[in-house]
Structure formats: C-alpha cells, structure tokens
C-alpha cells in the first residue's frame, strides 16, 4: 500500500539500511545534505511528495518526488527499496496519477530491481556516469578571458545552451541561488559555459559546453579552474560518462579522483 508521509524522521534506520546496501543505495543521497534535501525535507516543499510503501505495517520503499504539474514533468529525488513489488506499486502509482508526464529517475546501476522494471517500459537510458570528487588543489592559469554570465550574453548563452532536461538556460538564469554561470569569451563571442552550482557543502558543474571551433584549446578547463577557484572552500563533484577517457583524464589533471561506488545512470520515461 502507498502512503503519502508528511515525515521521514521516523524511518531514518530503514533509510540508513538501505543506502549503505551498494546494490541498492541511492546516488541521489549520497552524503547527509543530500539526504536531508532530497528526502527529508521534501514534505516541506509544495512541489515535492513523499511515498512509503508498506506490506501491511512493514515500510518496504520510501520514494521522494519533484512533481511540476503545469510542466507535466517529474523527478525521482530518492528511491529507496529492496523490494521489488515496492517499485512495481511506485510505477503504478505514477502511471495511474501522472499519465503523459515525462519522468527523470537517476539510481544506482547496480539497482537491479528498478532497471529491469525499467527496462520493460519505453525507456531512454542514458550512459552511466562515473562520479569524481575533487580531491586536490591544482594550480591553474590560463589566458582565456573567464567571466561570470552577464545579461548581455544573455541571447548567445540561450542559442548554444542544451536543451535536454529540465534545466534550460532561461530556468538557470532565473535561479541565481542555486547555479553560477561561467563564460568563456573570445573576441566577444561566448565560446562556452559553466553551469555550477554553489549552494551546497558539495557543488557540481551541472552543464559544460564549448562550442565546436574552441575546442581542445583549454576553455573547458580554463572555465573548470574558475569554477573550482569560486567554489572553494567547498567541495565539488562532478559526473562524467564512464566511456569519455579523455574527460576523465583531464578532470584527473584538475585534481578529481574517481568515487568508487557511487556511479548513476539516469532513465527517461514517458509514463
């Protein structure tokens, strides 16, 4: 049976159980600002819901979502079971409430039990990501004009932006709380850009782009050190393809170190 939880607080061994399972714990809480964000306090927030699962009285799932009606779009913010008819009644759920919307899950690749549900849905599966940390503290310089957005970049950074997922340019832009904006400029020209977040213990660039002729001439990295010299004396992580060894090679060279056991991959579904 599913239950809306106006709390988790209560559940916080059932929590702790099941994120230190590596088959089963979740990318998404990994660390306790995570958890706190992502699950904890979702009650709290109009647009989130919190859902248990239960066998009788026996908690067996406890699900958290970013649900946007008006866009008909969600996110599984954490998902946490070792019960496969726990996910099977969470996908039933979303399917009976939330027909047409687009949704995003990000879980652990070892979550066997939510793959395979996935897998027999039409689901768009992204490349797994391998998670790194930056561990090191390596000097960076670079002629490259690196500045922060700026509104009279406002029209190149939206044209060349990405427009897959939920976080387009205009949703970055209006969400100055939460991102950073980083631009490389060449001869006026937006050559690239940064997404970062910096609200958090532990940042992350969210988007990295370089437009085609700028690339393997140092702006992503130039626009990476920047970000890592605003970001300190925070932490950050970032994500990068397990297949891109060059990516991973230059992340290595600015000091990050691959995260053994905490890759994702994330799924898309038209429910």
Known sequence: MLRILKSADEYMGFINEINSDPDFSDPMLDGQEQIR?????????????????????????????????????????????????????????????????????????????????????????????QKMELKKDVPYQSGHQIILYSPQYREQYCSMHSKDGYWTAEKVIDAPDRFRIILAIENHEVAGYIDVTHKYDENEPYDVFVKEEYRRKGYGKAMLAKAIELNKPKNMMLLVDVDKTAAIAMYESMGFVKAAGKNSLTAHVRL
């Open 37 to 129: 964000c992502n699950l904890l306090d979702a009650p709290d927030k109009p647009s989130h819901q919190l859902w248990g699962i239960f066998e009788k009285e026996e908690l067996t799932g406890l699900f958290a979502f970013l649900i946007l009606e008006e866009e008909s779009y969600l996110e599984m913010l954490a998902g946490l079971s070792r019960n496969r008819k726990a996910y099977e009644e969470m996908l039933f759920y979303l399917k009976e409430n939330y027909c047409g919307f687009q949704a995003d899950f990000v879980y652990n690749p070892q979550n066997y039990l939510l793959h395979e549900l996935l897998c027999g849905e039409k689901t768009e599966f992204e490349t797994e990501q």
